[in-house]
């Protein structure tokens, strides 16, 4: 059955670093990558979409990179800030149907 | 506009009963999703409506599982004879068609 992993471990980095985020995923070839991000007592809110022939995309201070041989997906908040602190999921789809991992929750400290 | 919209924001019930949960999607987006979380766990895909085409249901996780969309808008989902494993986050979300996907602010179920 397919298999999504984000970092397992929480991320704690200082204001003004780049924290670099990872989903890989097996027994899975997903036509659309999305990541979102969960703040505490909210829903998701969506944040970038990455197709599976497309390599980057970028969106202000957020990069995402998809490597379907490597079946990866790197997500960077670059120049964070502490309203960045948030908890952030990937999630793949080839239609409707979307499948997320467990989250890695990030906290950025001034 | 308005967001989607959940009621109750928190709902806690005994074992055996059950409960109703409520979702006010975006005006006009005709998809429309179900999703549970529990803690520490990615969210669970459990039911999907397009428009007026037959739900996909393949995610419920049981037969005490149910849900309705009304009108194609709002929609409840129902979890008759609750078990303390159902406790979870139940969210919402809807879209236009397969776009981005928007959600509510869930309502947190406690079975006791």
């Known amino acids: 059955s397919q298999k999504i992993e984000q970092n397992s471990e929480a991320l704690n980095i200082q204001e003004g670093k780049t924290a670099t985020l990872t989903c890989n995923y097996t027994n899975y070839s997903p036509a659309y990558l999305q990541w979102y991000r969960q703040d505490p007592g909210r829903g998701p809110v969506f944040l970038l979409l990455i197709r599976e022939n497309e390599k980057e995309k970028r969106k202000e201070r957020l990069k995402v990179t998809f490597d379907t041989t490597l079946k990866q997906s790197l997500f960077h908040i670059t120049a964070s800030q502490p309203a960045d602190s948030a908890t952030y999921l990937c999630a793949l789809t080839n239609d409707y149907k979307l499948s997320f991992g467990a989250g890695t929750t990030v906290t950025v400290r001034a | 506009g308005a967001g989607v919209s959940q009621s109750p924001s928190n709902k806690v019930t005994e074992k055996g009963k059950d409960v109703e949960l409520r979702c006010d999607p975006i005006s006009g987006h005709t998809a429309l999703y179900w999703y549970r979380q529990s803690l520490g766990q990615g969210l669970e895909f459990l039911i999907y409506f397009q428009g007026n085409s037959a739900p996909d249901k393949s995610g419920l996780p049981s037969d005490r599982f149910s849900a309705e969309r009304t009108g194609g808008s709002v929609s409840t989902l129902t979890i008759q004879r609750t078990q303390q494993e159902d406790s979870a986050v139940y969210l919402c979300?809807?879209?236009?068609?397969?776009?981005?996907?928007?959600f509510g602010p869930g309502t947190r179920l406690t079975v006791l």
């Open positions: 979300a809807s879209s236009d068609l397969w776009g981005e996907q928007f």
